[in-house]
């Protein structure tokens, strides 16, 4: 075994060699003589370093020793220290076995602190203020409401990605669906391209019409423009023949005299609840027709494993006043925006208090001026409104299967009146015309 404590000569003895040479070839196999000469004075002397001198052939047990001297005194691995240190100059000897456990346990509490360095999170970030293009609650109350109104667009997910994974359950659908069809491209052979068509008055103007907007009870007319997110209104109107009409019946054109574009009128007055995504600022829409994003808002990518995130999801608990809000952005058709002055809301987001921004008279004498169909929708808002109602519009519409089979499985109220009158069978509803001076039919 190696001595410690160094001899006074700066080259051994003999007998310190062959000792020196006996343990050297025990520990490393080695016939070689190694000599060393450390220096007291020296900050690589066993009391203050390791040293070696070029040409060596170092030794790794006096790294250790060096490691494992404690600041003056004894040490675990070695016994008694050199030097004198704390011993008076007595010279400590140590074993291969003990310095290779030492290496063994220095270099395990080296991976052991690496470790727990590379897994520790580091410092986290307080908290920030939520960004308002994030849904940021309001400050109307209720810490649910979010606020889009003096906000940009928000980033979204477009329907063509959604129907990539709904492909089998709704996108087979989706394409007859209303509201994907509330501008759609306008088709040669449909009775009101056929009618623009005959007529000698717009004729010229049929390679113009590539959309056509609404369905039932009018359908407009609408050529691209030149600017993005924007079309252009034909004067004149198709009106189809009513429903439940005779095969025979057709539909007619109206004010196809002195036809003409208008390149304002869609965007300040249909682009709100006919397109999706509609700029606060210059009024252009993102998409034509309703997408996904209309009634769904801003999706959060994890809804695959949790559909509860998602706005109208299976296990979703919104409010009964949230889910209303998003239908009524569209089918509460009396308001006016506070921001923009316009008949739709906003930048409306589901998840948003519509009222805030959305002006609209729900008083008993204004329901009174309005149609049933209307009437229906604003007693209903204001029901939901004043906490008497948990019924909304998706307790009896199934918007994708686009059926009212659910209508009969909810209980009457005051919103059942405009169609089912008191004292009337269920069965037997009050027939009525739609009209609408915004919409102009």
Not at 165 to 193: E, L
Not at 329 to 357: A, E, M, W
Request: aromatic letters at 6%; hydrophobic letters at 35%; glycine letters at 8%.
């Amino acid at each position: 075994m190696l001595p410690l404590t160094p001899s006074p000569s700066p080259v051994l003895p003999a007998s310190a060699a062959s000792a020196a040479t006996a343990g050297a070839d025990a520990t490393r196999g080695e016939g070689r003589e190694t000599t060393r000469e450390p220096s007291s004075s020296s900050p690589l002397s066993p009391c203050g370093g390791f040293a070696q001198k070029r040409g060596q052939t170092p030794d790794p047990l006096r790294l250790v020793r060096w490691f494992a001297l404690p600041v003056g005194g004894q040490s675990p691995f070695l016994g008694k220290a050199p030097c004198g240190g704390g011993t008076g100059g007595e010279g400590t000897w140590i074993s291969p076995t003990s310095a290779w456990a030492a290496i063994l346990v220095l270099s395990w509490t080296s991976c052991l602190a690496i470790g727990v360095l590379w897994a520790s999170p580091g410092p986290q970030p307080s908290p920030a203020t939520p960004n308002k293009a994030a849904s940021p609650p309001n400050s109307d109350g209720g810490s649910e409401w979010g606020d889009h109104v003096s906000s940009p667009l928000p980033e979204y997910v477009t329907g063509d990605e959604c129907l990539f994974c709904h492909r089998d359950d709704f996108g087979n659908r989706w394409a007859k669906n209303y509201h994907q069809r509330t501008v759609r491209p306008a088709a040669a052979d449909s009775p009101a391209m056929q009618a623009l068509a005959a007529d000698p008055d717009t004729k010229s103007v049929v390679s113009e019409a590539a959309y056509l907007l609404g369905t039932r009870h009018e359908i407009r007319f609408l050529k691209r423009s030149n600017e993005y997110g924007r079309f252009a209104l034909l004067s004149a109107a198709y009106v189809p023949a009513p429903v439940g009409a005779s095969r025979r019946a057709h539909g007619k054109l109206i004010d196809a005299k002195n036809v003409s574009w208008d390149d304002q009128k869609f965007a300040k007055s249909c682009a709100g609840c006919h397109t999706t995504a509609v700029d606060p600022e210059t009024h252009a829409f993102s998409a034509i027709s309703l997408d996904c994003y209309a009634c769904h808002g801003i999706v959060d990518p994890q809804h695959s494993k949790e559909t509860k995130l998602v706005a109208f999801g299976k296990g979703n608990t919104d409010p009964p006043r949230m889910q209303l809000a998003n239908c009524a952005q569209c089918h509460l058709r009396t308001g006016k925006s506070k921001k923009s002055g316009l008949p739709y809301p906003t930048n409306f987001v589901i998840g948003d208090n519509l009222l805030r921004d959305f002006e609209v008279d729900l008083s008993d004498a204004a329901l009174a001026k309005m149609n049933p169909g209307d009437r229906h929708v604003a007693q209903n808002v204001r029901e939901v409104l004043e906490g008497k109602s948990a019924t909304t519009c998706v307790s009896c519409h199934d918007i994708h299967k686009q059926s009212s089979t659910k209508h009969r499985q909810v209980a009457q109220g005051a919103t059942c009146i405009p169609c089912h009158e008191p004292g009337r069978p269920l069965s037997k509803p009050t027939k009525y015309e739609v009209h609408s001076a915004l919409c102009e039919y």
